[in-house]
């Protein structure tokens, strides 16, 4: 081997540190960036004719286990839809009370009422008093209220996933273009054989936030494209050539395609009690189904709204769709069940604050219906107007009736060929849903059915999301074993570098001094 050889192999060590460093300068600047996958040089012995002749340098490899982040993104996506959840559901927990309350000392829908049954057996006893007849109009109002607010909440945090839902689609259009981009860049350098480990970390970490906002898979080809598709297995295409088209027909990224909330920003946005989402039935059902691009034609789309699950997006669907709607029945089979026994006593303390006889019909809206019904429920003019007539010229008959059969618990009390009985199924705009509680009880039993029917829903997304956090913090300890950046043990190779970038200085430095003897040597 002559001076020349060495000189170049040294030189191939520098050149071989250099880039060991840049990896390794990468890893400790991204240390703590969510996403990323720590890098490994790729550095092996280059050999010609049998003879040592330096260093090559190969492919960067990113330290990625797909076993585990796929359980990530998968667990990723359930944490996100139980954060949503229990966050939305709070809103509902703040105004409902607690059933295991003190009697009185709380607005729940059975407290409320309970006060009206007390004020109402306090008439009883001195009828002709103003202020035990006001009494009754007070706690009537206040039972009304409470109805108004928990009815005002549901709609307001449905509002609010369905904003959500616009919001979010239009985040996971911007995320999985970015990886249709992303992607387009990796095939093609890995096509000619160059690095790709930069861009494919680029794309992990935006993976990393589609995780959380939608249940997703990911499928790398050979080529190095990736297929994404929902958690039953429904594409999600990342550029319009995935799915037959040209990509000339879409800017990327983008956050308009391949998805749409608002069937291509026709839809309303606004939701009332009335309206809901049925799917392939867009002319009786207001909310738009969220499409996805499917290459049949540039703008033609399908509806997979049921396909999108977990995640942000899919957790606010089900709020938008299911939880608040399934609510809102309860509420209004409450209200009607509460006008309805009232008026059967013989006391119309309750309307629909219309001048319109109440219809009990579950899918049509009041006053033709019971849907919306716990909005428009108020106490009657002529009462609140005139307490009075709540024992006229001190009658106790109609209150005496009232307690001992509209807050009676006996099947004629409750049912009575089931004309008194509360609404349980075939309930709101779609006649879809259902209370999940009997509604052959008494008043104060279906609303603390009510109550604990809810509270249930509100305590398991709580329950769960601390169980699917804890599950998550372990699966993210195991990727972090295996993919996340050891400052330490990079700070190690740093110093293993240096002593190597000074070994091959030096013996350059050495070569060069031998070549300045020789030369002079030869002068």
């Given at each position: 081997?002559?001076?020349?050889?060495?000189?170049?192999?040294?030189?191939?060590?520098?050149?071989?540190?250099?880039?060991?460093?840049?990896?390794?300068?990468?890893?400790?600047?991204?240390?703590?960036?969510?996403?990323?996958?720590?890098?490994?040089?790729?550095?092996?012995?280059?050999?010609?004719?049998?003879?040592?002749?330096?260093?090559?340098?190969?492919?960067?490899?990113?330290?990625?286990?797909?076993?585990?982040?796929?359980?990530?993104?998968?667990?990723?996506?359930?944490?996100?839809?139980?954060?949503?959840?229990s966050n939305s559901l709070a809103a509902v927990e703040s105004v409902q009370?607690?059933?295991?309350?003190?009697?009185?000392?709380?607005?729940?829908?059975?407290?409320?009422?309970?006060?009206?049954?007390?004020?109402?057996?306090?008439?009883?006893?001195?009828?002709?008093?103003?202020?035990?007849?006001?009494?009754?109009?007070?706690?009537?109002?206040?039972?009304t209220d409470t109805i108004h607010t928990l009815a005002s909440t549901y709609t307001q945090q449905r509002q609010t996933a369905e904003n959500t839902i616009v919001s979010t689609v239009s985040t996971i259009n911007q995320n999985l273009t970015q990886i249709g981009q992303l992607s387009k860049q990796i095939m093609g350098l890995q096509a000619v054989g160059s690095d790709t480990s930069s861009l494919e970390n680029s794309r992990l970490e935006v993976m990393n936030d589609l995780s959380s906002?939608?249940?997703?898979?990911?499928?790398?080809?050979?080529?190095?494209?990736?297929?994404?598709?929902?958690?039953?297995?429904?594409?999600?295409?990342?550029?319009?050539?995935?799915?037959?088209?040209?990509?000339?027909?879409?800017?990327?990224?983008s956050n308009t395609w391949p998805l749409s909330a608002t069937n291509g920003g026709t839809a309303s946005t606004?939701?009332?009690?009335?309206?809901?989402?049925?799917?392939?039935?867009?002319a009786n059902s207001p909310i738009a189904g969220i499409t996805v691009a499917d290459g049949t034609t540039n703008t033609s789309t399908t509806d997979i709204t049921s396909h999108l699950t977990s995640g942000t997006l899919g957790a606010n669907i089900t709020l938008r769709?299911?939880?608040?709607?399934?609510?809102?029945?309860?509420?209004?089979?409450?209200?009607a069940t509460l006008i309805n026994r009232f008026n059967n006593a013989g006391m119309s303390l309750f309307t629909n604050g219309t001048n319109t006889a109440q219809s009990y019909d579950t899918t049509k809206t009041t006053p033709d219906g019971i849907v919306g019904l716990s909005s428009a429920i108020s106490v009657s003019d002529s009462y609140s107007t005139t307490p009075s007539q709540l024992a006229p010229d001190g009658s106790i008959s109609t209150i005496?009736?009232?307690?001992?059969?509209?807050?009676?618990?006996?099947?004629?009390?409750?049912?009575?060929?089931?004309?008194?009985?509360?609404?349980?199924?075939?309930?709101?705009?779609?006649?879809?849903?259902?209370?999940?509680?009997?509604?052959?009880?008494?008043?104060?039993?279906?609303?603390?059915?009510?109550?604990?029917?809810?509270?249930?829903?509100?305590?398991?997304?709580?329950?769960?999301?601390?169980?699917?956090?804890?599950?998550?913090?372990?699966?993210?300890?195991?990727?972090?074993?295996?993919?996340?950046?050891?400052?330490?043990?990079?700070?190690?190779?740093?110093?293993?570098?240096q002593n190597a970038y000074t070994a091959n200085a030096k013996i350059i430095s050495s070569v060069q001094t031998m070549f300045s003897a020789l030369l002079n040597a030869i002068n």
């Open positions: 081997m002559d001076l020349g050889s060495a000189l170049s192999i040294a030189s191939s060590g520098l050149n071989g540190i250099e880039y060991q460093y840049s990896v390794v300068s990468q890893n400790v600047a991204n240390s703590s960036t969510t996403g990323y996958a720590s890098e490994s040089a790729s550095v092996t012995s280059a050999v010609a004719g049998n003879q040592g002749t330096g260093v090559r340098i190969g492919k960067t490899v990113v330290n990625v286990s797909p076993f585990l982040q796929s359980s990530l993104y998968t667990q990723n996506a359930k944490v996100s839809a139980l954060t949503s959840s009370g607690s059933t295991s309350a003190t009697s009185g000392d709380t607005q729940t829908l059975s407290d409320e009422l309970g006060n009206v049954q007390s004020a109402l057996t306090s008439l009883t006893s001195t009828p002709l008093d103003s202020s035990a007849q006001t009494a009754v109009i007070t706690a009537a109002t206040s039972l906002e939608l249940g997703v898979k990911f499928t790398e080809t050979s080529k190095g494209d990736m297929i994404v598709t929902t958690e039953d297995g429904t594409q999600l295409p990342t550029r319009p050539d995935q799915i037959g088209l040209s990509n000339n027909t879409q800017t990327l990224p606004t939701i009332t009690d009335s309206m809901y989402y049925k799917a392939g039935d867009p769709d299911t939880t608040y709607p399934t609510m809102q029945a309860q509420l209004d089979s409450f209200s005496t009736k009232v307690l001992s059969t509209t807050f009676g618990t006996s099947s004629d009390d409750v049912d009575d060929g089931g004309t008194l009985s509360a609404p349980t199924t075939g309930l709101g705009p779609s006649g879809t849903l259902q209370t999940g509680y009997s509604g052959t009880q008494g008043l104060v039993a279906l609303a603390t059915s009510l109550t604990s029917a809810q509270g249930a829903v509100i305590g398991t997304a709580s329950t769960n999301l601390t169980y699917a956090t804890a599950v998550q913090t372990t699966i993210n300890t195991k990727v972090t074993n295996v993919s996340g950046v050891n400052v330490n043990n990079e700070m190690s190779k740093i110093v293993a570098l």
